[in-house]
């Protein structure tokens, strides 16, 4: 027998890009994602699935979005994570190249978070940009991982 999934209310506000998830123990949805474009909320989507799966739980999605001025709930994202798109050429707007941009400090961010809770403050240039390599070449998951690795080699100290 299918559980039966819970009634999503619409989000508040303009119509735009929505993932909703719902919160069980609260019987609640929370928006989880948002934006003008389709790409960034569902690349959060699957990042938040992963997260909630990593701890033992399943995730309710729902997406919501712009259809001819008004609100349309769209299919769910598939639980499963889409494997890594092919690489793409330069995206025509710039909204899509700010999140590329903002994803990449994000990885950064992550990594020196990773460094400082190895004990390794004190960084200079080539550090910092040996970092920003790092975070350039590598995805999410693998940035995650190595800042795992350095958080615990700080924690054996």
């Known amino acids: 027998m299918e559980k039966q999934r819970p009634r999503c209310p619409r989000p508040p506000g303009e119509p735009r890009w929505v993932a909703m998830f719902h919160e069980p123990a609260h019987g609640t949805w929370t928006v989880g994602a948002e934006s003008p474009y389709r790409e960034p909320v569902l690349y959060a989507v699957g990042d938040m699935t992963r997260t909630v799966r990593?701890?033992?739980?399943?995730?309710?999605?729902?997406?919501?979005g712009p259809e001819d001025g008004g609100w349309r709930l769209f299919d769910a994202p598939s639980a499963t994570p889409p494997a890594p798109a092919p690489e793409r050429p330069a995206p025509l707007s710039p909204e899509p190249a700010r999140l590329a941009e903002r994803m990449t400090d994000r990885r950064h961010q992550v990594l020196m978070a990773g460094l400082g809770k190895a004990g390794l403050y004190d960084?200079?240039?080539?550090?910092?940009?040996?970092?920003r390599t790092l975070a350039d070449r590598l995805d999410e998951p693998t940035v995650r991982r190595v800042a795992h690795w350095l958080s615990a080699a700080g924690g054996q100290r």
């Open 54 to 64: 990593a701890r033992g739980a399943e995730a309710t999605v729902a997406l919501w």
């Open 123 to 131: 960084l200079g240039p080539e550090d910092d940009e040996a970092v």
